[in-house]
């Protein structure tokens, strides 16, 4: 018997993800569905590809700027990086609209480049045809969210899409969010356009997910070494245009204030991308809860929804692997057999501080062990206190380690400081694998920037069963 999936937002990592697990199945027939024009999905199109591309010319101008060795600023030439973005974006979508268009050659495997939308429970209508599916995977992403503040009608803004795109800016600019995305572009608008940026922040610190320290760490970076105001504890109220620029009006410490620039930007996150998806006509209901963890619809056991779309956790990684888990439930659930959650260890990346200065957390945090009433050693070196930082004029960060206080398994790492990103990946493997920081050699020899973890590593191992 063939059971029939249609996969919604095919060119997306998620989705591709899902197909690339099935296409092999036999008794599987799959239908293939994305409107993208040119496709290929957020990340490749408007993440963390392109972003990561417009940073990295930043990031050497950042460097060569603060270093007092060298002599002479360059400047950054905004048509080049944007021409350049362009170039490499259009080739890595083309190599994932392939992926997907020779997997569509398949006998079983259909693509239809057309939007998709529900008519009814699992049953999906592609432009004039309705196709009764077995089951539907839905795998739309997410689009730019826009808050809800009184005046934002009347104004000008713009968000991350846009700036990706921008190939000049205005002299200075109010920014609204700061979380993954506020916290990756800030540094790119002060150090390409040399703006001058206010941004508003609800919290006491950036970095919601850390322990305290990183998020002080990285207001002092971004104050001290961008020259970026940052005002915290301060909520937006309105806004309104002011002349040919805009003013928005906060409040701060329990009194309002305004503030004025040339230019709004909206950082604001992501939401799931389900506008037009028909869902009205289907039992779901996307509100809290509506995914399960094993990537299945709360409301319908024959639909699945993956990456993005879910709200669960907007990262690539995640949405691949949700992917993959919500193929492997698929064929669970069409063969009668238990579904598996999917679960994972965090493993999340911002390239703060232009990429010169990551936050990299893997794991668990001090807090939130804390928070589970268990014994733990927790040790923090800062980057200064390792010389391989100075000579390479990177000493801003701090690192932080989390073990078991009786057996000694790590449990989580905190990074802020250069090359904190390449080294997650180091102890994902060591948390995945549950083990012991006494076991964990510390012999770093080349490359020497990970000689911070040899001395969080011999620093816990001391102190396990103390």
Request: glycine share 10%; hydrophobic share 40%.
């Amino acid at each position: 018997m063939t059971t029939h999936i249609v996969v919604v937002g095919a060119y997306g990592s998620a989705g591709v993800a899902v197909a690339s697990e099935l296409v092999d199945e036999p008794d599987v027939e799959l239908t293939l569905v994305d409107d993208g024009d040119p496709g290929g999905g957020l990340c490749i199109l408007r993440g963390c590809m392109p972003s990561k591309e417009v940073l990295s010319a930043t990031a050497h101008r950042f460097q060569v700027r603060d270093d007092p060795r060298l002599e002479g600023t360059p400047e950054v030439d905004l048509q080049s990086v944007v021409d350049r973005k362009d170039d490499h974006v259009e080739s890595f979508a083309s190599h994932r609209r392939a992926t997907v268009h020779e997997m569509a050659q398949r006998e079983n495997v259909t693509f239809h480049h057309d939007t998709a939308r529900f008519v009814d429970d699992h049953v999906v209508a592609v432009g004039n045809r309705e196709m009764e599916a077995d089951y539907v995977v839905v795998a739309t992403g997410s689009d730019v969210n826009v808050p809800d503040l009184p005046g934002l009608e009347a104004v000008d803004y713009s968000t991350s899409d846009d700036v990706l795109d921008a190939t000049e800016f205005p002299d200075s600019g109010i920014v609204m969010g700061f979380g993954y995305v506020g916290v990756e572009l800030v540094p790119y608008l002060s150090e390409a356009a040399g703006m001058d940026l206010t941004v508003v922040e609800h919290d006491e610190r950036p970095l919601d997910e850390a322990d305290d320290a990183f998020g002080d760490e990285l207001l002092d970076i971004y104050r001290e070494r961008f020259d970026v105001e940052v005002l915290t504890e301060t909520d937006e109220r309105r806004v309104e245009p002011a002349g040919d620029g805009v003013r928005l009006h906060v409040e701060e410490d329990g009194e309002e204030r305004a503030v004025e620039a040339d230019e709004l930007f909206l950082f604001t996150g992501r939401r799931p991308a389900l506008d037009g998806l028909g869902l009205d006509a289907t039992a779901l209901d996307p509100g809290p809860g509506w995914v399960r963890d094993t990537m299945q619809a709360r409301d319908d056991p024959r639909t699945f929804v993956v990456g993005d779309a879910n709200g669960h956790e907007p990262i690539l990684h995640v949405a691949k692997e949700q992917g993959f888990q919500a193929a492997a439930n698929v064929l669970a659930h069409a063969h009668g057999d238990d579904l598996e959650p999917y679960e994972n260890t965090r493993h999340h990346v911002m390239f703060s501080g232009t990429g010169v200065y990551p936050f990299a957390h893997v794991g668990l945090s001090e807090s939130a062990i804390e928070a589970e009433d268990r014994d733990y050693v927790a040790v923090t070196r800062r980057a200064t206190d390792d010389g391989v930082f100075k000579t390479k004029h990177a000493s801003e960060g701090l690192a932080k380690l989390v073990v078991d206080a009786d057996d000694g398994t790590v449990l989580g790492y905190q990074g802020l400081h250069y090359h904190a990103d390449v080294m997650a990946k180091t102890m994902q493997v060591v948390i995945d694998g549950e083990m012991d920081v006494r076991d964990v050699p510390d012999r770093a020899f080349h490359p020497t920037t990970p000689e911070i973890l040899d001395g969080l590593f011999r620093e816990a191992s001391g102190r396990v069963g103390e």
